[in-house]
């Protein structure tokens, strides 16, 4: 097996923590929609947030593939608290890679322990999938920006402590035009909008930013000015590996869901388990889930080793998203009529499921990545 001693003990960990502590939190947590931060407090003392933060930044310095299982395990107890995981990733890769000392001591460790709760800010009412139509300005003040505009459908928006908001600094320049900044959301100006309620990763919060004449030091600005867009893009191939480790997770549950039950629940006599149509969807969800699960582990390889993991990384976040949709709808058919109802785990996981088809980008736009890859680099493996 290609899972080194520190992989599984790091997986181990993190399956033990989801188990005893996040599962049992679930239901209650989807009923409420209520944000975690007890859970988000012993995961920052665990060292579960910011995997891949080399030691020489204070975090313990895994790699990718770690990542991945961490997601993995931490979804099979509720994918809210794993997409929690993969945000903090998300921003403390950024300011690793883009951020000054100075801004790495403010905030990269806060971050990490969960001190400080942060969001990223892209999406737009005119710039979803298509970022260059964002709309969000920040134009030069001295020394420093004055930052304008709105964001919508922002994860962590009405808790965040701190924002890393994409903005546009040059009309003109297009994609060379945008540039992130890291907005206090305690500064005058901010305004945040109602939590918005969602189908599924109801725990996971979501709202809107507004930004009205919001004074920015120089030091608000993460990088150079001007590779906003290519910053945000640098981080997008490990944000689809973990989303799509995330997807795996839930599939993994459902399955394990959809099992336990059939060999429980009995008709004309016998369990469900024995019935042919039943074992054929148990066997499906298993060899879907695992050959996600190994999509996954090839993409973050790829990353891991240095080599263009485009490919890789669209094609283990397309296949686990539309396997998680899939096979929890299989799960939900085992449990019959059980499943429809709402407080029965499958349930849940199926409305978790379909936003793993939509966030990170697309289902859709993965496939068109994957055909220009294609097309660009030809076929052969």
């Not at 990542?67 to 690793?96: H, K, N, W």
């Not at 283990?316 to 299989?330: E, I, L, N, P, S």
């Not at 939900?332 to 785990?345: D, T």
Request: overall charge negative; aromatic content about 6%.
């Amino acid at each position: 097996m290609y899972l080194t001693d520190t992989h599984r003990q790091v997986r181990e960990m993190a399956r033990q923590f989801s188990q005893d502590v996040v599962r049992p939190a679930a239901e209650e947590l989807d009923r409420e929609e209520r944000f975690p931060a007890e859970i988000y407090d012993q995961m920052g003392a665990l060292g579960l947030f910011g995997i891949g933060v080399p030691e020489a930044h204070g975090g313990p310095g895994f790699d990718t593939l770690c990542y991945a299982l961490v997601m993995e395990e931490l979804s099979r107890g509720y994918s809210s608290v794993a997409d929690q995981c993969g945000l903090v990733e998300l921003i403390s890769t950024l300011l690793v890679r883009h951020g000054t000392d100075g801004q790495r001591e403010k905030w990269l460790l806060p971050v990490m322990t969960a001190q400080k709760r942060t969001a990223y800010c892209i999406t737009e009412p005119e710039a979803g999938t298509d970022v260059s139509g964002i709309r969000t300005t920040a134009v030069k003040n001295g020394d420093g920006w004055i930052l304008n505009g709105g964001k919508i459908w922002i994860h962590n928006a009405p808790v965040a402590d701190v924002a890393f908001v994409l903005a546009r600094t040059d009309k003109q320049a297009g994609r060379r035009g945008m540039s992130i900044f890291i907005v206090d959301l305690q500064s005058d100006g901010v305004e945040r909008g109602p939590k918005e309620h969602k189908m599924g990763q109801r725990a996971s919060q979501v709202g809107a930013l507004t930004f009205t004449n919001v004074e920015l030091s120089g030091e608000a600005l993460l990088g150079d000015e001007g590779r906003g867009f290519h910053m945000m893009m640098s981080v997008l191939d490990k944000g689809r590996v973990g989303i799509a480790a995330l997807a795996v997770g839930i599939g993994q549950a459902g399955l394990e869901a959809a099992l336990e039950y059939a060999q429980q629940r009995k008709q004309f006599g016998s369990q469900i388990a024995e019935f042919q149509g039943v074992q054929w969807m148990l066997a499906d969800m298993a060899k879907d889930i695992e050959a996600a699960r190994l999509l996954v582990h090839s993409a973050a390889a790829a990353i891991d080793e240095g080599r263009d993991a485009t490919k890789a990384c669209s094609m283990a976040k397309c296949f686990a998203g539309d396997m998680a949709v899939t096979r929890t709808a299989d799960a939900i058919q085992v449990f019959g009529g059980s499943g429809y109802i709402r407080g029965f785990e499958v349930e849940r996981l199926y409305r978790d499921a379909k936003i793993t088809q939509i966030y990170e980008g697309t289902n859709q736009i993965q496939r068109m990545i994957i055909a220009r890859e294609l097309i660009k680099h030809g076929a052969r493996v």
